[in-house]
């Protein structure tokens, strides 16, 4: 309803004031009556309709006035307001024609009910129109709920694949940069190798070049001391004074007597021989200290495996088993006690055999020739030069 319309002054209103009047009650009336039902305004719309008559009637006619027809209370008051306009000039006429207007009065009451039925008919349409209306909009609303839910799970499902490839192509990467990482590592490793390997047969040479060197010297030192064993027999058998023999000498003991005054020498020629042998012994010893250090060398290089190192430890076992045999010259013994890398030559044993392979390094002065030359006659006999049987 228009405040203004209802606060216009009694002296200014027109038909057209009391139309709009009429039509904004019949909307009134209208929504109360889709609220509440139509038996909720019946008795209010005969009333309604009396009040907009007197309004009418006191606002006087209006020539080519008309309120707009378009809402169906409005139609009903319109008629109503016929109906008692006719009335009223019918009740002013002649009193012959009562009987006409009672019966037309009945009909317009009778049509004026068919149309208030037709009304709340047609307010019932209206009011299911709108509960369909009002379900269909639910049903988009579901629909369009249904949508945005079906789009936030796609987008969710699109992010956490997003993630999942973005978190990938991380992983990737780094795999990568390890991958490259390790190559790098490896091709260090690999020039780590390969000077190794370098470094190991250059030590493998020297320690075969210093094996030959030692077994050369150990070889020229046993024929020096055999030349010296035999030089200390023949200056003892020449020191000694001949004894006078009863009877015949034997051929044996001439032949013998020869052989012995055969290999008779000088003096000077005993000092140079026993000087040569020191110089050998000592350059012996030389080779022999820096063969241990390079086992030493091998030995605290952590860059070297423990399995090479085993090897050369049991190649220069055999090897010092080998010499040790030839210079005895007896055989080989299948296990030896012989297992340090390097033995100072200080240290040394009443044994002849441990004599014979530990004391090699010592000088051997006059008064070893004797003692010598029993061990000699005794466990050693002459087995040449084995510099060429030793293995490399």
Not at 212 to 238: C, I, P, Q, S
Not at 263 to 271: D, G, H, I, V
Not at 344 to 356: E, G
Request: hydrophobic content about 35%; charged content about 30%.
């Amino acid at each position: 309803m228009e405040a203004p319309l209802w606060r216009t002054p009694a002296g200014l209103l027109a038909p057209e004031h009391v139309y709009c009047m009429a039509r904004a009650l019949g909307s009134e009336l209208q929504r109360l009556s889709g609220s509440f039902g139509p038996e909720a305004v019946a008795g209010l719309v005969p009333q309604v309709v009396r009040l907009l008559e007197l309004l009418e009637a006191l606002t006087g006619p209006a020539a080519g006035a008309e309120c707009p027809r378009g809402d169906p209370a409005e139609t009903l008051l319109r008629t109503v307001q016929s109906l008692r306009g006719e009335r009223r000039r019918e009740d002013g006429g002649a009193p012959g024609c009562y009987g006409d207007l009672e019966q037309k009065l009945l009909e317009m009451q009778r049509k004026e009910h068919h149309l208030q039925n037709r009304l709340a008919q047609l307010e019932e349409e209206n009011q299911k129109a709108l509960v369909q209306l009002a379900e269909s909009q639910s049903q988009e609303d579901s629909t369009l709920r249904k949508e945005r839910e079906v789009m936030l799970r796609l987008k969710e499902v699109v992010d956490k694949q997003r993630d999942q490839i973005r978190a990938q192509a991380h992983e990737i990467g780094c795999k990568t940069r390890d991958t490259e990482a390790l190559q790098e590592q490896l091709a260090r490793f690999m020039s780590m190798n390969e000077e190794l390997r370098h470094k190991l047969a250059v030590v493998q040479a020297q320690l075969k070049s210093a094996l030959r060197t030692k077994e050369d010297l150990e070889t020229a030192a046993l024929e020096n001391r055999r030349e010296m064993d035999r030089l200390g027999r023949a200056v003892a058998a020449a020191e000694t004074p001949p004894r006078a023999m009863d009877g015949a000498a034997s051929p044996d003991q001439d032949l013998r007597r020869r052989e012995r005054g055969g290999s008779f020498f000088s003096k000077e020629e005993l000092q140079q021989i026993l000087q040569e042998r020191n110089e050998l012994k000592t350059s012996l010893f030389l080779v022999q200290e820096e063969l241990a250090y390079y086992q030493r060398e091998l030995l605290n290089d952590e860059r070297i495996p423990g399995l090479l190192l085993d090897a050369v430890k049991s190649t220069i076992k055999k090897q010092r088993k080998k010499i040790r045999a030839k210079m005895l010259g007896t055989a080989e013994e299948p296990a030896s006690s012989f297992g340090l890398w390097y033995r100072n030559s200080s240290s040394s044993s009443k044994d002849p055999s441990a004599s014979a392979s530990s004391g090699m390094w010592e000088i051997i002065d006059h008064q070893d020739v004797g003692f010598l030359q029993e061990e000699e006659e005794e466990g050693m006999p002459d087995c040449g030069s084995p510099a060429g049987t030793l293995p490399p």
